[in-house]
């Protein structure tokens, strides 16, 4: 239609040449894609030869594919058949060795009720235990009354018999109880076995226990004073005594009880541990008066108690806490290493044989821990009453620098408390070491008339040297708590928490010290005359020009007006201070002398006027200025001079366009640099605002 449509639509010559050229370009095109398709032909005919032959092949395959399917289903079929055979050879198989267990036991049992009467009748008892061991395994099922009634009867005799025997052998040894204890395990009573060996134990503890108590009756007899008597050394004995007799038995019941034995027996120990430590603490109490000592302290109608007989307290208390510490820590590793090895050989969880928290159980003590408590509750405060108490007595009897004694008593507290191994009375003796720094040594320091600008330039500087060493000695302080508590509790992370978070604290108190330093030192300089002199030193150089021909270049440099005399003045203003005054307060004297000179002489050169020449020797006396106090300064002092420096450095110039090749590293702003510029006489006004610094 389209086609004929164009035919229609000829009009002239030029649209038919022009159609004509449209139909033999397509018929171009056509013959073409009439080539590849004829090309392509031969390649589609061999593809189409290979699919014609595929169902021939098909054929064969589906047979194939037929007969190896029939196969497989031949053998499936002869497979079940083979399957229920065996398995009715498998059910046969049980039956047999059913009947041949069955037959077994009743030779066994038959063996075994004929064994124990003959074994009993001569009193032959290993015989016995040796068929009861045998009897146990027998299906109970298979027993006749009768014959149970002899082997039960068998059991009861010779359980009265190894009553007997241990009676014997608990007078004799330790090799002579496990023998009986393995009869007990061979007739099944492992329970038994277990209680009996951990009571002989528990016995041997018991008398090792009792022959420290009446060497403790009978020293009470000799001594003097109670507090001669060292429970701490009875305590330390009677401990590794058990530690000694654990660590010997462990093996013995290992090999014969297994771990879970030796978790049991265990058990048993810690018992007679918790009640008789908790005895000997009580005892403690009682004999050194600790409770009558404590309420005389509180009591302030009562004579007051000797520094010296406390602190023999404090070193008892904290020796028998390290000493019940220690052995805690010994037992926790020995029980914990029984658990692992009990886990690993069984490959199952302690809490699957044992009720919940029975490990923690056995871990913990209860009597003792109470006991332990209250002693170191006591211990708090007894440290706390030493430590004021002492302190009283060095400002009664010391000089104005008891600083140094009165930290050595802190520092001599702190070790106590690190060596009792208990968190919370570490705390607690923080706590009250800070609020004594606090509040009585802030106040007595802050308050003392050494801080009180007097005649006696000596008593001043003193009390700044003792404000300053207590802000040093404060983080060592610290110090002295942190590094042995982390060493100490590494195993116990949150105790660890809990120290750290009381001992930042003493943070904070060492910065009311150092905010109290600075003002002491700020009132010091101003109120002794220190400052009055730097000034006097300092104001012949708001008068001096710096506007210099040749002639006053050359007068300046053989006579100095200024620099020299100035730098000979503050030597000996500060010479007789750093003889008295601690290395870090002359520091932060000399610090705050720099800083005012550098301010005042900055001022005074932005109001004055240079020629080149003066900036030389503006240039040379900032050379000098900064050397001085450079080669006296322990801290770097660089900083102070950064702004002077650059002012002098701009002064120096030899043009105003040198600015710009090392603008970009001033600490000056752009308005400063100009109006520095602005203070040499040769440089153009014009040339100044021309300058762009962004």
């Known amino acids: 239609d389209t086609l004929e449509q164009w035919v229609i639509d000829i009009s002239d010559q030029t649209d038919l040449n022009s159609l004509f050229k449209s139909l033999v370009a397509e018929?171009?095109?056509?013959?073409?894609?009439?080539?590849?398709?004829?090309?392509?032909?031969?390649?589609?005919?061999?593809?189409?030869?290979?699919?014609?032959?595929f169902p021939d092949k098909i054929d064969i395959l589906e047979g194939h594919t037929y007969n190896l399917s029939k196969s497989v289903d031949d053998t499936a079929k002869l497979a079940m058949k083979v399957s229920d055979q065996v398995k009715g050879l498998d059910s046969i198989r049980d039956r047999v060795n059913a009947a041949s267990s069955q037959v077994r036991d009743m030779k066994t049992l038959k063996l075994c009720v004929e064994g124990v009467k003959d074994s009993i009748q001569n009193d032959d008892w290993d015989s016995t235990a040796q068929y009861l061991s045998q009897y146990i395994f027998i299906d109970?099922?298979?027993?006749?009354?009768?014959?149970?009634?002899?082997?039960?009867?068998?059991?009861?005799?010779?359980?009265?018999?190894?009553?007997?025997?241990?009676?014997?052998?608990?007078?004799?040894?330790?090799?002579?109880?496990?023998?009986?204890?393995?009869?007990?395990?061979?007739?099944?009573?492992?329970?038994?076995?277990?209680?009996?060996?951990?009571?002989?134990?528990?016995?041997?503890i018991q008398d090792a226990s009792d022959k420290l108590m009446n060497d403790i009756e009978q020293k009470k007899r000799t001594i003097l004073k109670n507090t001669e008597?060292?429970?701490?050394?009875?305590?330390?004995?009677?401990?590794?005594?058990?530690?000694?007799?654990?660590?010997?038995?462990?093996?013995?019941?290992?090999?014969?009880?297994?771990?879970?034995?030796?978790?049991?027996?265990?058990?048993?120990?810690?018992?007679?541990?918790?009640?008789?430590?908790?005895?000997?603490?009580?005892?403690?109490?009682?004999?050194?008066?600790?409770?009558?000592?404590?309420?005389?302290?509180?009591?302030?109608?009562?004579?007051?108690?000797?520094?010296?007989?406390?602190?023999?307290?404090?070193?008892?208390?904290?020796?028998?806490?390290?000493?019940?510490?220690?052995?805690?820590?010994?037992?926790?590793?020995?029980?914990?290493?029984?658990?692992?090895v009990f886990q690993k050989n069984n490959n199952q969880?302690?809490?699957?044989?044992?009720?919940?928290?029975?490990?923690?159980?056995?871990?913990?003590?209860?009597?003792?821990?109470?006991?332990?408590?209250?002693?170191?509750?006591?211990?708090?405060?007894?440290?706390?009453?030493?430590?004021?108490?002492?302190?009283?007595?060095?400002?009664?009897?010391?000089?104005?620098?008891?600083i140094d004694e009165f930290f050595f008593i802190l520092k001599d507290s702190s070790m106590r408390a690190k060596l009792t191994y208990n968190a919370n009375t570490i705390c607690a003796i923080i706590n009250i070491i800070n609020n004594l720094l606090n509040k009585d040594t802030f106040d007595h320091l802050s308050k003392s008339k050494s801080l009180r600008i007097s005649s006696c330039a000596y008593n001043s500087i003193n009390g700044l040297n003792n404000i300053e060493k207590a802000c040093s000695y404060i983080p060592a302080l610290k110090s002295d708590f942190a590094i042995p508590c982390k060493k100490a509790f590494r195993r116990e992370p949150d105790q660890i928490q809990k120290i750290m978070t009381c001992l930042d604290d003493l943070d904070i108190t060492r910065s009311r010290y150092e905010k109290l330093l600075t003002q002491s030192l700020d009132k010091f300089f101003g109120t002794s005359g220190l400052k009055k002199n730097l000034m006097n030193l300092l104001d012949p150089f708001a008068t001096l020009s710096y506007e210099l021909d040749e002639y006053f270049a050359v007068e300046y440099e053989v006579n100095d007006p200024f620099m020299n005399g100035f730098l000979n003045g503050v030597h000996d203003l500060l010479l007789p201070l750093k003889k008295t005054l601690s290395e870090e307060n002359f520091e932060n004297l000399l610090q705050k002398v720099a800083h005012i000179s550098i301010s005042f002489l900055e001022t005074n050169i932005m109001s004055k006027k240079f020629t080149q020449l003066g900036s030389e020797k503006i240039n040379q006396d900032f050379l000098a200025l900064s050397s001085f106090f450079s080669n006296h300064a322990k801290k770097s002092i660089r900083n102070k001079f950064t702004r002077l420096g650059e002012i002098v450095e701009i002064l120096n110039l030899e043009q105003v366009s040198d600015i710009e090749a090392f603008w970009g590293s001033f600490h000056l702003l752009p308005g400063e640099v100009k109006e520095t510029l602005s203070l040499r006489v040769d440089f153009s006004p014009s040339d100044i605002s021309k300058l762009e610094l962004n």
Not at 170 to 188: A, E, F, N, P
Not at 252 to 270: A, D, H, R, T, Y
Not at 359 to 383: A, H, M, P, T
């Open 27 to 53: 018929n171009s095109k056509l013959d073409g894609e009439m080539s590849t398709l004829l090309k392509e032909s031969s390649y589609l005919d061999q593809e189409f030869s290979k699919i014609a032959s």
């Open 140 to 204: 109970g099922n298979l027993v006749d009354a009768e014959s149970k009634d002899v082997l039960e009867d068998a059991k009861q005799s010779i359980v009265k018999y190894l009553q007997q025997q241990l009676k014997i052998a608990r007078d004799q040894d330790m090799d002579s109880v496990m023998r009986v204890c393995k009869i007990y395990t061979k007739i099944g009573m492992v329970d038994v076995a277990i209680d009996e060996f951990s009571h002989y134990i528990v016995l041997e």
């Open 229 to 340: 008597l060292s429970y701490f050394s009875a305590i330390a004995k009677w401990l590794k005594h058990i530690e000694i007799i654990v660590s010997t038995v462990r093996p013995v019941i290992e090999e014969n009880f297994g771990e879970k034995g030796l978790i049991i027996f265990m058990e048993n120990v810690q018992n007679i541990t918790d009640r008789l430590g908790a005895t000997y603490l009580k005892l403690f109490q009682e004999d050194w008066n600790i409770n009558q000592i404590t309420n005389n302290i509180n009591d302030k109608t009562q004579n007051t108690v000797e520094s010296s007989d406390v602190v023999v307290i404090l070193e008892e208390i904290f020796s028998i806490s390290q000493t019940l510490e220690i052995h805690s820590r010994f037992i926790d590793a020995f029980v914990q290493s029984a658990v692992k």
């Open 349 to 402: 969880d302690i809490s699957e044989y044992f009720e919940p928290n029975y490990i923690s159980k056995i871990l913990n003590y209860y009597d003792l821990q109470v006991e332990l408590q209250c002693i170191l509750g006591e211990y708090i405060c007894l440290e706390e009453y030493y430590i004021l108490s002492s302190m009283n007595k060095v400002l009664e009897n010391s000089d104005e620098s008891y």
